[in-house]
Every structure is written in structure tokens, then in C-alpha cells.
């Protein structure tokens, strides 16, 4: 006799699984991999290894050892928190930081609220704002790509931070890249940002094996043009053109490869789009008026706290009625 075997839905699948997607977000970091490799040489190769390693290894130490469960390291989310904690590093930064980086990733942001599918901020971000609080000369000295003349010095960002503080009007601080130097890496930077066009080229590669929707990182990237237009059209001298702010410092990497997370980002279009535009909005306010040049990583922690609100708010319709 055969048994009905009753279950939840979903009861069609689609082929999806956390192991396919995080490797279609490795695969389509491998352009930006690439020129990390390029521009800073053996330096991001280590850098990013030891991210990589340390995220992983510490998951499968604490969920082996301390909270006793069936490690979890297979399904490759350790790896892609390894991977962008290391895009949003400087390839100089000392090991022992990159390490501390990682466990507080995985460990505090991660594995304290239960793992994968329970966090409440993206781990990766949340590594890098824990550093970039506890070391910021460290995390602010930033290599140029070995190209380049000099080996330090400031982001695009720092330098037009720096030169509107002084009383300098945009127009006036002549070590500003052009837009074709952003577009190419030819900039100072963390290992992720220095080069737009393999970062574009990976969000490419992910709307065509659909492991994300257009709605978030077109929202971020939409809001933040207009937003900085807004202010760039009310004072040229005293603010950066739109473009020069969607290219510059992690705007494209923060859009496309952080903020897209699946665990802390909202579930709806609606909502996605809500929540894009809160981060690229508060990237602009962050960058022109708060004491960090950059603000990309604030505006996504922040908004990944209000993602909850925003589900509750941006609920589907829902088809049919209980019948009493």
C-alpha cells in the first residue's frame, strides 16, 4: 500500500539551492577577481586567501565545537563572505586584522543569530564596518594599483573629501581620476572597487543566471544619480557630478554584490526597491555631510535592519479566502 505523504510548500522546485547561487555570485566576482590580481598583485592573492580561509575555517570550528551542529561550510556562503570581506580591504592590510575581519563576519554576525538564512545584517559588511571602527588608519590606507607612479595614497572620495574641506571647489582639486581612469582602476582603493567595468560585468553575469533581480541594484545606483544630480545642480563647486559618485569609492560593489543578499534584503519588488533607494540615498547623505568620504557599507547595515519593517509593510496579495 502506498503512503500520502503530505508537506509543506514549495511543491515545485526550480533547480535553485544555496550552493548554485553562491557559486553564480563567485563566478561572477571573477572579473573584478581578475583585476584585483592585476592591479595589486600577490598582495590581494594573499589578502583575499586568507579572508577566504578564515571565514570558512572559523564556521566550521564554532559550529563543530561550540554550538555542536553539522558544519555548513559546503554550501558556499563562507566563501562568498570571504570573498567580498576581502574586496572591501586594502591589500596592504596586516593578516591579523584580515582575520579579526573574519571572525567577526562569521561569528558575530553570522553564527550568533543561528547561521545562514537567520542573520540580520550581511556578515561581509558587518566585518567591515567592525574593522573599519576598530582600525581605521589601517583600513584607510589605501595601495595604488602597482600602474600607477605612486603606491599610496587617497581614494577618489578621500581626495575630494579632503580638498572641499580645505576650501577648494571640485573643479579645482586636480588629482580627481576621470571617468575612463574609474571605468579602468586606474585609482586608488580597496581589491573590489578600483575597476567599474568588471563590476558591471558581474552583474551582467548575474541578472542571466538570475540569482538576482534588477530592482535593488538599479534602485541603489538610480537613487544615488539623481540624488547627488539634486545637489551637484544646486553646487557644482561644492559637489561631485552624478556619475563621478556612482563610480567611485564601493558603489558599484556595495549595489550589486552586498546589498543583493538574499537573507537581508526585502522579498518583494516593492520592497527591494524601497530598500535600494533608503541605501542610495543614505550613501549620498553619508558621503557629502558625514565624517567617513565613503558610506556605502552604513547605508546597507542600516537598511538591513529596516528590511523586516519594510517585509511587513510589502506584503503580496494575497489569492483566495479562509472560509469560515
Same mark, same amino acid.
Request: include cysteine.
Given at each position: ?6 508537506s ?5 522546485? @526550480?533547480?535553485?539551492?544555496?550552493r ?5 555570485v563567485?563566478l561572477a566576482?571573477v ?10 598583485g600577490?598582495d590581494?592573492?594573499v =589578502?583575499?586567501?586568507t @579572508?577566504?580561509a578564515?571565514?570558512?575555517?572559523f ?5 563543530k ?7 555548513t561550510i559546503t554550501?558556499?556562503?563562507?566563501i562568498v563572505t570571504?570573498?567580498i %570581506?576581502a574586496?572591501?580591504?586594502? @591589500?596592504?592590510?596586516p %593578516?591579523?586584522i ?7 563576519a562569521?561569528? =558575530?554576525?553570522?553564527l ?5 538564512g ?7 559588511i558587518g566585518?567591515?564596518?567592525f574593522l573599519?571602527m ?5 583600513m584607510?590606507?589605501?595601495p595604488?594599483p602597482?600602474?600607477?607612479? !605612486? ?5 577618489p ?8 574641506k580645505s576650501?577648494?571647489?571640485v573643479s579645482e ?7 575612463s581612469d574609474?571605468l579602468?582602476?586606474?585609482?586608488g ?6 575597476m !567599474? %567595468?568588471c563590476?558591471? /560585468?558581474?552583474?551582467?553575469v548575474?541578472l542571466i543566471?538570475?540569482?538576482?533581480t ?5 534602485a541603489?545606483?538610480?537613487?544615488m544619480?539623481?540624488f547627488?544630480?539634486?545637489f551637484y545642480l544646486?553646487?557644482p563647486?561644492?559637489f561631485a ?6 563610480l567611485t569609492?564601493g /558603489?558599484?560593489l556595495?549595489a550589486?554584490f ?9 522579498m ?6 524601497i530598500?535600494?533607494c533608503?541605501?542610495?540615498i543614505?550613501?549620498?547623505l553619508i558621503?557629502?555631510f558625514?565624517a567617513?568620504?565613503?558610506?556605502? @557599507?552604513f ?6 535592519l529596516?528590511?523586516p519593517?519594510i ?7 494575497r489569492f ?5
Open positions: 500500500m502506498e503512503k500520502l505523504t503530505i509543506p510548500s514549495p511543491h515545485v522546485h @526550480s533547480g535553485d539551492s544555496v548554485r547561487n553562491m557559486l553564480g563567485c566576482l572579473p573584478a577577481l581578475v583585476a584585483a590580481l592585476w592591479f595589486f600577490v590581494a592573492l =589578502v583575499i586567501l @579572508s577566504i578564515a571565514c570558512v575555517g564556521e566550521y570550528l564554532i559550529q565545537f561550540i554550538l555542536k551542529v553539522q558544519p554550501d558556499g556562503s563562507a570571504g570573498l %570581506l574586496f572591501n580591504l586594502p @591589500s596592504n592590510l %593578516l591579523w584580515v582575520v579579526l575581519g573574519a571572525l567577526f562569521i561569528g =558575530v554576525c553570522k550568533t543569530f543561528g547561521g545562514l537567520q542573520n540580520i545584517v550581511n556578515p561581509a566585518g567591515r564596518v573599519l576598530s582600525f581605521p588608519a589601517q584607510t590606507s589605501w595604488k602597482s600602474v600607477v607612479d !605612486a603606491y599610496t595614497g587617497a581614494t572620495l578621500g581626495l575630494l573629501k579632503e580638498g572641499v576650501g577648494k571647489s582639486i586636480i588629482d580627481l581620476p576621470s571617468t574609474l579602468l582602476g586606474f585609482c582603493g580597496s581589491l573590489g572597487e578600483v !567599474a %567595468l563590476l558591471i /560585468a558581474g552583474f551582467i548575474m543566471m538570475k540569482v538576482i534588477w530592482h535593488i541594484p538599479v541603489v545606483i538610480g537613487s544619480f539623481l547627488e544630480g539634486i544646486a553646487n563647486d561644492r557630478d552624478p556619475v563621478f559618485t556612482i569609492g /558603489a558599484l556595495g550589486i552586498m546589498a543583493t543578499d538574499y537573507v537581508t534584503s526585502p518583494t519588488p516593492l520592497g527591494m526597491i530598500y535600494g533608503g541605501i542610495g543614505l550613501t549620498v558621503r557629502n558625514g567617513y568620504p565613503e558610506g556605502m @557599507s547605508a546597507i547595515l542600516l537598511m538591513n529596516v528590511t519593517v517585509n511587513r509593510y510589502c506584503k503580496p496579495k483566495g479566502e479562509v472560509v469560515k
